[in-house]
């Protein structure tokens, strides 16, 4: 389009003429960069005004009090911005001398701990965070020094991640998140709190002025979260290792410190393994060093949170952060429009393009499930508010969408993958349809994968078998420590085709005695789990899918579970397993069946094989 090749070459105007770094454009209304004057960095996400550029409103929102609407191109908007930061009032919020400090009458003392002995200080801070991690493995703490200031660098391991779990948060699973907080000229004793960005950079480069950079899925998340710890824990202090488990904030006005999570004594520890990696990785949490009053350094309380953060964040919502219900493997957003709405616009939702290149397959099946799902209203949960009104209209939608070989042909052209759908769907339904496909890829809580054909089951008589992964890093290790404790068995959860876009996004739930319940509650209230597949395949009532699936004919779906046998007696079968506890329960693979060739197979005779399986998802 005109505007955006006009918007673009503004753009590259911008970057020789003002101190921006790490500029990512979506290619649609979302600008993200940092604006880095002497001493500083603050990071700034623009929403432009798309078709009417350079002309329309623009909405600028960042961490130092610019929250407003502009006009003009964007070499305008970065230049009313410069003029606001360097205004005698703006420098004196960012930048101001007269901290509490000078209150008490340490002015000189800030004089003289600035320049290069602030650097030395701060160099003294960073060695008490090594000596407080002296038994972790890699280095976590370093810092830049530049022009009378400083980036601190801090390093999380992702160790705990297996390498599933990292391709399902778009992560390097060889380099750290690293926190990167800007200090300014008077380091530690400014009363201004510093700014936070995120990214991974190799371990090696953590010194480098001009380090590597790789932007990762939660890198927005991670950024908002730290940064409000920052500011709600500046000037530095020493913190107790409970108010850094027990800190959650609020996005937006109310950013609180609440004492909702449990204290870090009474949080599981790791399992260790040989290998130290994946789910049985030591965490930081496990290897810190406190004083006597059980508190760490600034720096170490800001590891530690980020840390927490990567264990829990995929729980909460990434947005507004209130809890989801559902511990699910991907992160997510609420059903609440606003976050839907902010996390396709902020350009946190999944790219449907890369999507469809890496993973066609997976995009299809989605469709095919919420197609299926569309045949019941009362099934289609979470619903795609904001983007469709009835389930009518997404079956009507998503059969309008080319097939998945056309999809990937346009973005193996490099083809806007937007403009492609706006121009081959009738109706007017391509933004709809663009959308509705990145709200279905953007809300799947479960991470899938096809099983590689010399690793599928060859007793299950389908080739179309899928690893499926709903639970994050810290659910997997509880459930690790109760398989040690208890032990597990497997079996299959039959259910038709309608109800597994829910299940992808919400987990295997008992839903027995509500309105969600599909078969009755004959044998009692729990999830209902079979140790025969044919005993599964009874539950399963196919149903139709996408009209342009791969998946040709009818959808017929059961998962191969793994169940904690906490409750040997009450899990027994008689004949089904009814498992009431929810967490108990963890999906493994999934089947899908176009045809009524179902076989008929005992769970417990796959375990070797789904070991090898899981031996390939951990590695």
């Known amino acids: 389009m005109a505007w955006r090749s006009q918007f673009l070459q503004d753009l590259e105007e911008a970057k020789r003429r003002f101190p921006i770094t790490d500029v990512e454009y979506d290619g649609e209304a979302t600008l993200l960069f940092v604006y880095s004057p002497p001493g500083h960095s603050f990071p700034l996400t623009i929403f432009l005004p798309e078709s009417n550029y350079p002309r329309g409103e623009w909405t600028i ?12 191109s964007i070499i305008e908007v970065i230049s009313v911005f ?67 200031s400083a980036i601190v660098r801090l390093a999380i391991p992702l160790d705990f991640l297996t390498k599933f779990t990292a391709e399902a948060w778009r992560c390097q699973l060889r380099d750290p998140a690293v926190l990167e907080i800007s200090l300014g000229s008077y380091y530690m004793l400014a009363v201004q709190p510093p700014p936070v960005t995120t990214a991974q950079i190799p371990y090696r480069d953590l010194a480098a002025l001009d380090a590597p950079k790789h932007q990762y899925a939660l890198a927005w998340a991670v950024r908002d979260r730290c940064a409000a710890f920052v500011r709600a824990h500046w000037p530095p202090r020493r913190i107790g290792l409970d108010e850094v488990m027990s800190f959650q904030h609020i996005p937006g006005s109310q950013r609180v410190a609440q004492a909702q999570a449990q204290p870090a004594a009474s ?54 952060s209130r809890p989801l219900g559902f511990e699910g493997l991907r992160p997510a ?5 606003l976050c839907v709405f902010q996390h396709l616009e902020l350009g946190l939702a999944a790219d449907l393009a890369s999507s469809i290149e890496h993973e066609p397959l997976i995009v299809d099946m989605v469709i095919s499930l919420c197609c299926a799902a569309a045949t019941n209203s009362k099934r289609l949960d979470p619903f795609p508010t904001g983007i469709c ?15 998945i070989d ?6 193996a052209q490099h083809a806007n993958i937007k403009d492609f759908m706006q121009q081959t769907i009738a109706s007017g339904m391509g933004d709809k349809a663009y959308n509705l496909l990145r709200w279905l890829i953007g809300s799947n809580r479960s991470h899938l994968l096809p099983i590689p054909e010399h690793l599928q089951f060859a007793k299950m008589r389908t080739p179309h078998q899928f690893i499926l992964l709903s639970s994050p890093p810290e659910k997997e290790r509880r459930f690790a420590e109760e398989r040690e404790h208890h032990g597990s068995f497997l079996a299959f959860h039959g259910s038709s085709g309608e109800n597994w876009h829910s299940i992808l ?38 149903r139709a899918g996408w009209q ?37 329960v963890a999906t493994r693979v999934f089947f899908i069946y176009a045809t009524q060739d179902r076989p008929s197979i005992s769970a417990e005779s796959l375990r070797d094989q789904l070991n090898r399986i899981m031996d390939y998802v951990n590695s």
């Open 389 to 403: 009104d009835t389930a009518e209209q997404i079956r009507l939608v998503l059969n309008a969408v080319p097939s």
């Open 505 to 542: 996004r919400r987990g295997l739930k008992n839903y027995s005695n509500t309105q969600f319940q599909s078969h009755g509650a004959a044998y009692g209230a729990g999830i209902y789990l079979a140790p025969n597949s044919n005993t599964a395949f009874s539950y399963v009532q196919a």
């Open 61 to 72: 929102m960042g961490d130092i009090g610019i929250d407003s609407v502009a006009t003009g």
């Open 82 to 148: 410069e003029k606001k930061f360097h205004k005698p009032a703006a420098a004196s919020a960012l930048r101001r001398e007269d901290s509490v400090l000078s209150s008490q009458g340490e002015d000189d003392d800030m004089e003289e701990r600035g320049g290069s002995e602030g650097f030395a200080v701060l160099q003294e801070e960073l060695a008490v965070v090594r000596r407080e991690f002296i038994e972790a493995s890699h280095p976590l703490v370093d810092a830049v020094e530049r022009a009378e």
């Open 267 to 320: 949080r599981a520890r790791a399992v260790r393994t040989r290998d130290g990696r994946g789910i049985h990785a030591r965490l930081l949490r496990d290897i810190v060093c406190v004083d006597e009053e059980g508190k760490v350094s600034f720096f170490a309380a800001c590891l530690l949170f980020a840390e927490r953060y990567f264990l829990e964040c995929t729980s909460h919502c990434l947005i507004c």
């Open 548 to 584: 342009h699936s791969k998946f040709k004919g009818n959808l017929n779906c059961v998962a191969l579970c793994e169940v904690i046998n906490a409750d040997p007696e009450r899990y027994r079968a008689k004949p089904h397993h009814v498992i009431p506890e929810e967490n108990h």
């Open 333 to 337: 957003v609420c059903d609440n429009q």
């Open 406 to 411: 056309q999809l990937a042909r346009a973005v």
